[in-house]
Structure formats: C-alpha cells, structure tokens
C-alpha cells in the first residue's frame, strides 16, 4: 500500500520546510519562516490531536495573528542592533587644519584627531587653514576651506 500523506502532515512537512530554508537563507532579514514553519507544525499537530482541518487552520490563524500583533514586536525590540558610525564616517564635517597644501592637481594633507589624511579639494588650500571634511574614499577625503 502506497504511503498517503494527509492534511495535518502536509502542514508539518511544509512547516519544516520553512525551517530549512530559513536556516539555509540565514535570518539576517528576520525570522519570518522559522515562525511561519513553527506555525505549520503546530496547526498539523493541533489538527491532528483534534481530527479537523477548520482547527488546525484557526489555530494557525490565531498564532500568525498573535504573532504579527504581539509577538513580532517584542522579537524586533530584543534583537534591535544599534548602528554606529565608523571611524572613517565620523570625521565626516568635522573640522581639521591642513599640513601640506592643497591644490585642484596635487592632494595635500590635514591632521584630525592627531591622524594625517591625505586631501583632495577643488581650490587652493595653503598649508595652516581650516578645512571641512566633505566625504571619505579609501585614504583619502575631500576637503573644502571654511
């Protein structure tokens, strides 16, 4: 006799599914399928245990439901990652003095926070002026005289 799958176990193999391609994908974007797959397992088990197919299906709409309203927010509050600017981001429009001159053809060099950069700028810029860092590409940052 062939093997027959039913309703309740269609629902837990597909839960598991989900799990796997949750693992397989990673949870950098969240833990949507490994919830939804939990989901599954326990309306198939639920409607297993009960023999009905409308259970299994209200349960599985009542903990979505509770997930989205309830349980989707506390997950996101514990697993908040604070994002904070690196050292190369946080000198970006801060103040610094120039080292070496600047012109449009050759880069010179600033001092910030005790580190020489080297610097491009789009005019002249004498040795010993202000400057405001403008943006960061790789060594280098973009100045303009204040």
């Known amino acids: 006799m062939p093997f027959a799958l039913d309703q309740f176990s269609l629902l837990i193999i597909l839960g598991i ?75 970006i429009g801060k103040t610094a003095n120039t080292v070496e001159p600047i012109t449009p053809d050759e880069p010179g060099q600033i001092k910030i926070e005790g580190e020489i950069w080297r610097a491009e700028s789009d005019h002249e810029i004498a040795k010993g002026q202000k400057v405001m860092i403008k943006s960061v590409s790789g060594v280098t940052v973009k100045v303009t005289e204040m």
């Open 17 to 91: 599914v989900a799990i796997i391609i949750e693992i397989i994908i990673g949870a950098a974007d969240g833990f949507e399928l490994l919830v939804l797959g939990i989901i599954f397992i326990l309306g198939g088990l639920i409607g297993m245990a009960s023999g009905s197919l409308p259970i299994a299906i209200a349960a599985m709409v009542i903990l979505t439901l509770g997930y989205i309203f309830f349980a989707r927010r506390m997950i996101k509050k514990s697993l908040h990652i604070t994002t904070q600017k690196t050292n190369v981001e946080s000198i």
